[in-house]
């Protein structure tokens, strides 16, 4: 099989517990040839997924081009954490958008885990599902902004969380670092390469064509029938749809200038036996804090501890991820202090300046979704089911978020990251101080 996927290397997946733990998933062939459909899917991750799976329930034909392997992207390497809500808070978004746009948003920030939970039973997907995501306060300051948040929530009807005292907390999580926290039972965690290959068999069960190994390397979205062309290959089609988020790179200039990659990075220990994990995570929960460069984790199926944390800015892999997060995890859990590290991988997500996913369309016939800024899991599957109602003839969803504005980053294209790390760096010194 010819493999052209430069942006991936050789288009194997990175070597992550993900991929080692991965379901059995078909060898899918590159595109060699020149085809037509009614809609091609570039990106075969989450965002891409939804807006083909909903598609193709409604009886449309679609083409999904990936340039590597389904899920090879952030959809197959990040925490497997069902966290409900975008980046941007609720509180931020109707300071800058108007009360409207935050009931309007309130009332779909949940539907991403619903939709998961909903493919998952319909098509029988195996990726360990659970229920239940914890947010972790290390100090007082952290605290008030989680009594704010669910107080916030509620105004809109939204009562699915509640608080933890420091006691309630130690229930769920075995450490003495945090002063308190809270619970979304209706969040949860997930294996989160499995649910991309599921989510691909059920796009192909319903008449779906997925080609690995078939990068986009020219876009041509000019006449009425937008053009996409692989090394090897070229897809017709009357509705085009870009999901390649932080991995689309600068195929489409316009979308390239909207977002920054950002890598995050996750640790797999060795399995700890059902009693050290259990003293752990007592109730199984997936756990993140409340800082701006947060921690996450949570218990495989085998009961490894997978930890996770740190960013860079410009999408950069560290060179030593283990050095990166082991003082961290050792903080929340002294014990594991020389416990042994299996997989440790890094992968990018795709920022966007104001925290909110963009949704848009390029001309009559080409749409995008991008920018989910860490809170992919949960946001690529209503935005793709989104594009899916727009492209169906629905789009009173789609044109409230199009309609929301971008913002560049400071500095430009040249300057946007040592800008972001600058912010970071603040926003990191008040977490530390506590203010």
């Known amino acids: 099989m010819a493999k052209n996927a430069s942006y991936a290397g050789s288009g194997d997946y990175v070597n992550s517990y993900y991929a080692y733990s991965a379901n059995p998933a078909p060898e899918r062939p590159a595109l060699t040839d020149a085809v037509e459909t009614d809609v091609c899917v570039v990106g075969a991750g989450y965002s891409g997924l939804s807006a083909a799976i909903t598609l193709a329930e409604k009886g449309y034909r679609v083409v999904m081009l990936e340039g590597a392997k389904v899920g090879w992207g952030a959809s197959g390497r990040?925490?497997?954490?069902?966290?409900?809500?975008l980046n941007a808070s609720l509180q931020s978004i109707a300071k800058r958008y108007g009360e409207d746009k935050a009931k309007f948003v309130a009332g779909v920030v949940q539907e991403g885990g619903e939709i998961i939970r909903d493919r998952v039973k319909r098509y029988d997907i195996a990726c360990d599902l659970k229920d239940n995501n914890i947010f972790a306060a290390l100090n007082g300051r952290h605290m008030r902004e989680l009594e704010e948040r669910i107080a916030v929530w509620e105004g809109y009807g939204l009562r699915n969380q509640e608080l933890l005292s420091r006691d309630q907390m130690r229930e769920h999580v075995g450490s003495d670092l945090y002063v308190g926290g809270a619970i979304d039972?209706?969040?949860?965690?997930?294996?989160?390469?499995?649910?991309?290959?599921?989510?691909?068999?059920?796009?192909?069960?319903?008449?779906?064509?997925?080609?690995?190994?078939?990068?986009?390397?020219?876009?041509?979205?000019?006449?009425?029938?937008p053009v996409v062309e692989t090394p090897q290959g070229k897809v017709s089609c009357k509705t085009l749809v870009l999901c390649g988020n932080a991995y689309l790179g600068s195929v489409v200039p316009t979308l390239a200038w909207r977002v920054m990659p950002v890598?995050?990075?996750?640790?797999?220990?060795?399995?700890?036996?059902d009693n050290l994990a259990a003293s752990l995570l007592p109730t199984d929960a997936c756990v993140e804090d409340v800082r701006y460069i947060l921690d996450y984790y949570r218990l495989s199926a085998d009961k490894r501890l997978l930890f996770g944390g740190g960013t860079v800015y410009g999408g950069a892999d560290p060179s030593d991820i283990k050095a990166?997060?082991?003082g961290n995890l050792v903080k929340v859990f002294p014990a594991l202090k020389d416990v042994q590290i299996d997989f440790a991988w890094s992968g990018n997500f795709a920022l966007s300046f104001t925290r909110v996913p963009q949704l848009g369309r390029i001309g009559d016939n080409t749409y995008f979704a991008q920018g989910y800024s860490g809170h992919g899991v949960v946001g690529s599957h209503l935005f793709g089911r989104i594009l899916g109602e727009a492209i169906d003839g629905d789009s009173s969803r789609f044109d409230v978020f199009a309609g929301l504005p971008w913002v560049p980053f400071p500095g430009g294209r040249m300057f946007r990251v040592p800008y972001s790390t600058i912010g970071s760096w603040w926003y990191a010194l008040r977490d530390r101080l506590g203010v």
């Open 78 to 85: 990040n925490g497997g954490q069902i966290v409900n809500g």
């Open 324 to 326: 990166k997060l082991m």
């Open 185 to 225: 039972r209706s969040g949860g965690h997930m294996h989160p390469l499995n649910l991309a290959l599921g989510e691909a068999a059920a796009l192909e069960s319903l008449g779906g064509v997925i080609y690995e190994h078939s990068p986009a390397v020219k876009v041509d979205d000019s006449g009425p029938t």
């Open 263 to 273: 890598s995050t990075q996750v640790m797999a220990t060795k399995p700890l036996g």
